[in-house]
């Protein structure tokens, strides 16, 4: 490697590269798979318009923001290279800006150290602005179709064709995320149903071992459940659900996947999170549950069982060890949190 700089001391050198990286136009990204933190220059901010320093260090702000067209090309890519099946990372996809208008980007990487087994344990890498070229390609593109079709009265009808297939495509779409929005809702509460559960879930393990990091599961479901219908009608034990569901909702990050399992049972979903941690966050919605007021003379507690992801399992393991912990919070007396007795790491 060419060596430009040779500084006295390390906070020399850390001026210079702060400094450089602070006007360098397009955006620059460090991700350290021991962490899951990804470092992003001021530029990059500044390219997609967000404010510098405005979003979260991790890899779920780089995938939220790409075009949801190009994310599973992007997605294959990235598990290709890191895992050291694809030597190169140079790829083009449109990331959402923060005025939610999309930004052609082409994405360089290179991988500076690597795990004992070959993938990669920390890659460097810049999102370069190709917008420009990519709407000059299309212009080119439409231009050379128009040439062949010799015919400027062809061109209006296709443009006049095109608007209104672009109305009813609009309309389309608008139906689209109506269904799905039924598809995967609790109708009740209005969180993630049972179905986008298992899709969260399983998409949430892979994300755990594309990126090395912790995955955890915690089940809860409201006490004695029936005695609240059976005293108070079906109608508050509606309220009980919907009251518990709006407030554990305020109560996570906005990366934590919530849904109803069935019942008064709810599933939470910790991307990220330790075990350790994953508990501390039940414990702290337990006792925001008991002091609830569902209303004036009504309140409830809740039961937790908690589980990791490890190497190997499929989400049914995941789900069982957190059901069995559930059962023993249940069988100590309820209002409690129970965690996977063993963590086995492999």
């Known amino acids: 490697m060419y060596k430009t700089y040779q500084h ?11 400094q450089l990286l602070d006007v360098i136009v397009e955006g620059t990204w460090d991700w350290r798979a ?17 404010a510098t320093g405005g979003l979260k260090q991790d890899v779920f702000t780089w995938e939220n923001i790409i075009h949801p067209d190009d994310y599973a090309r992007v997605v294959d890519y990235i598990e290709s290279f890191i895992s050291g099946v694809r030597e190169d990372y140079c790829i083009e996809y449109r990331c959402r800006k923060a005025d939610d208008t999309y930004l052609w980007i082409r994405d360089h990487a290179h991988i500076i150290s690597r795990h004992p087994d070959g993938s990669a344990s920390r890659i460097i890498g810049a ?3 190709i917008h420009q070229y990519k709407t000059i390609q299309v212009e080119l593109i439409e231009q050379n179709r128009h040439l062949r079709d010799g015919s400027i009265t062809l061109e209006n009808s296709l443009q006049q064709k095109a608007r209104e297939l672009e109305e009813k495509n609009r309309e389309l779409e608008a139906k689209i995320r109506q269904i799905e929005y039924i598809s995967n809702t609790d109708q009740l509460t209005e969180i993630a149903n049972r179905k986008r ?9 892979r994300r755990a071992l594309r990126y090395k990091h912790p995955l955890t599961l915690a089940i809860f479901d409201l006490d004695l459940f029936k ?22 909702r305020s109560n996570i990050r ?32 337990r006792k925001l549950i008991q002091q609830h007021r569902i209303e004036p003379d009504l309140s409830c507690t809740a039961s937790f ?16 060890r957190a059901d069995d912990a559930l059962y023993r919070a249940k069988a100590k007396g309820r209002n409690l949190v129970e965690s996977q007795a063993e963590v086995f790491v492999s």
Not at 39 to 48: D, E, F, I, S, V
């Open 305 to 320: 069982g908690v589980s990791l992801f490890t190497h190997g399992d499929c989400f049914e393991d995941l789900l069982r």
């Open 227 to 248: 005695n609240i219908n059976d005293s108070h009608g079906h109608g508050a034990g509606d309220q009980a659900l919907k009251s518990t569901a709006e407030l554990v």
């Open 34 to 50: 021991d962490t899951g933190h990804v470092a992003r220059n001021p530029g990059w901010y500044r390219m997609l318009g967000y």
């Open 127 to 129: 999102h370069e602005d």
């Open 254 to 285: 906005s990366v934590d996947c919530f849904a109803r399992w069935g019942g008064e049972e709810f599933t939470l979903i910790f991307p990220n999170m330790t075990l350790e941690n994953a508990v501390l966050a039940c414990e702290k919605l």
């Open 197 to 205: 559960f298992v899709e969260d879930i399983q998409h949430e393990i």
């Open 8 to 18: 006295e001391s390390l906070i020399e050198a850390d001026r210079t590269l702060n």
